[in-house]
């Protein structure tokens, strides 16, 4: 992706997590100079670091956004693989217990990848700094954006260590610094107007711990399950997944009302009360080598920047800066993935001093509206759940949701094309193809799996993803 025209000016992306980075691959190839301004001090092995806090915690990259990451670095994906991450097939690798029963076990396309939000974090870095001279200024902070209501010409930062402030001037400055992103206040400073924001709430909290198997080892990869949302009470879920370096992440995690205790005993004594046991089975095979972590800040809040009238030349906001998803989903890292991937084509044939970052803004808030619907019409069913009541379309869609899900969980074709879209991998539009609306409008034609059918061997990973 190198040696494309208009390779000039300067460019400031804030933050250097997943989405920061991934935005920095995509203005590299298009951009004379990029600067990563990041609050920490980055570790130099994949461990958790403060500014992600739930760094802990199980993370899915789906492969909607390892592909979305291989446009922009080529060579991460084998990387990723050749550190000991998994390539786990949804549908005959990992066990999923949804609603309805135990999915059908059927071979397809779409995976995630098995490794822990560090080593992501970790791989994504080291082959952007290998692939582009990109600048990272660790221990620095964004204070302030530098200009005013029309224009935004760079941003004003401090050292952590030394308290010294200084000004950075940038053609482009791009805010990926997350949930806790300050591009609100920073606004009404500049004289634009208060930022609308939506949230919707479940209650959802995270216990979290890493395992590693007895003897006798874990016979899967991946199992999860799920809650029930027309239960008509707290949700409770539990997700296993294998990461690098042979061990195991097991998060639990429950509504308003269900939250997991951070206790051992506890820990276990709740995968145990899941809708189905499995879990607790498969954790009396282990042995837990952390402690369990917990995390609370789960809800799903979206900042409406689309609907600004107007908006700054210069600055964009990307990724959980503009869209926190609830983790439960885990859509937050593909999200970012394919928002960076669509800034890249965005910037095609253009300067990045010229790009027209209103309607771009627009572009990457359209980025999160699949995941934010998927999110928020699941969140607001749940008891004690905070949110404007589903309007009739949500209650509509919700109910095509619960037939695709009924019907996906005993039929290959329409379980095929829901882990397409449940991956963001292909549009939902291919469930509603005629060879697939009618079979879900009849429903499912025979009772789920009341248990697993399958224990899917050891495979090796794929040197490529399949696109």
Same mark, same amino acid.
């Given at each position: ?366 980025? @999160?509206?699949?995941?934010? +619907?998927?999110?928020? /019409?699941?969140? %607001? *069913?749940?008891?004690? $759940?905070?949110? &404007? =009541?589903?309007? @009739?379309?949500?209650?509509? +869609?919700?109910?095509? /949701?619960?037939? %695709? *899900?009924?019907?996906? $969980?005993?039929? &290959? =074709? ?6 397409? +879209?449940?991956?963001? /991998? ?42």
């Amino acid at each position: 992706m190198t040696g494309r025209p208009h390779r000039r000016g300067h460019a400031i992306v804030l933050g250097s997590g997943i989405a920061g980075m991934l935005t920095a691959a995509a203005l590299a190839d298009h951009t004379g100079t990029v600067t990563i301004v990041e609050r920490d001090r980055l570790p130099r092995l994949p461990v958790p670091r403060k500014g992600v806090p739930q760094g802990r915690h199980l993370h899915g990259l789906l492969s909607g956004g390892i592909h979305a990451i291989e446009r922009l670095l080529p060579g991460t994906y084998a990387a990723l693989i050749a550190g000991g991450a998994r390539r786990i097939g949804l549908g005959d690798e990992a066990l999923i217990y949804g609603p309805h029963g135990w999915m059908c076990p059927v071979s397809t396309p779409y995976f995630l990848i098995g490794a822990s939000r560090p080593f992501v974090e970790h791989t994504v870095r080291t082959h952007l700094l290998q692939r582009y001279a990109v600048t990272v200024r660790e221990a620095t902070e964004a204070v302030e954006l530098v200009g005013d209501a029309r224009h935004v010409r760079g941003v004003r930062v401090r050292d952590r260590n030394t308290g010294r402030h200084e000004t950075l001037v940038a053609d482009l400055v791009v805010d990926a610094t997350g949930c806790s992103a300050k591009t609100p206040h920073w606004f009404t400073d500049l004289g634009l107007p208060a930022v609308g924001t939506t949230v919707v709430d479940s209650g959802l909290a995270y216990a979290t711990a890493t395992i590693r198997p007895t003897a006798a080892g874990l016979p899967v990869s991946c199992a999860t399950v799920q809650p029930d949302p027309r239960a008509d009470s707290p949700g409770r879920a539990g997700f296993l997944l294998r990461t690098e370096g042979g061990q195991w992440m097991v998060t639990l995690s429950g509504t308003r009302g269900a939250h997991p205790p951070l206790d051992e005993a506890g820990f276990r004594a709740f995968a145990y009360g899941l809708r189905h046991p499995a879990l607790g089975q498969l954790l009396d095979a282990a042995t837990l080598t952390t402690r369990v972590f917990g995390y609370r800040a789960t809800a799903n809040r979206r900042r409406h920047y689309e609907r600004f009238p107007a908006w700054p030349h210069g600055f964009l906001a990307i990724g959980d800066s503009v869209v926190t998803f609830n983790p439960l989903y885990g859509q937050g890292m593909t999200v970012a993935a394919q928002s960076a991937l669509a800034l890249h084509h965005m910037l095609r044939d253009r300067p990045v001093a010229a790009l027209g970052t209103h309607a771009v803004q627009r572009a990457l808030c359209h980025q @999160a509206d699949l995941p934010w +619907a998927i999110c928020t /019409t699941e969140d %607001i *069913r749940y008891p004690q $759940a905070v949110g &404007a =009541p589903p309007s @009739a379309m949500m209650r509509t +869609a919700r109910a095509l /949701t619960d037939r %695709i *899900r009924a019907t996906a $969980a005993c039929s &290959a =074709p329409v379980a095929r094309a829901y882990y397409g +879209a449940l991956s963001l /991998t292909v549009p939902p539009s291919r469930l509603l193809t005629p060879s697939l609306l009618m079979p879900i409008l009849l429903g499912p034609r025979h009772p789920p799996l009341r248990e697993p059918q399958h224990r899917p061997a050891e495979r090796p990973s794929p040197a490529e993803p399949e696109a």
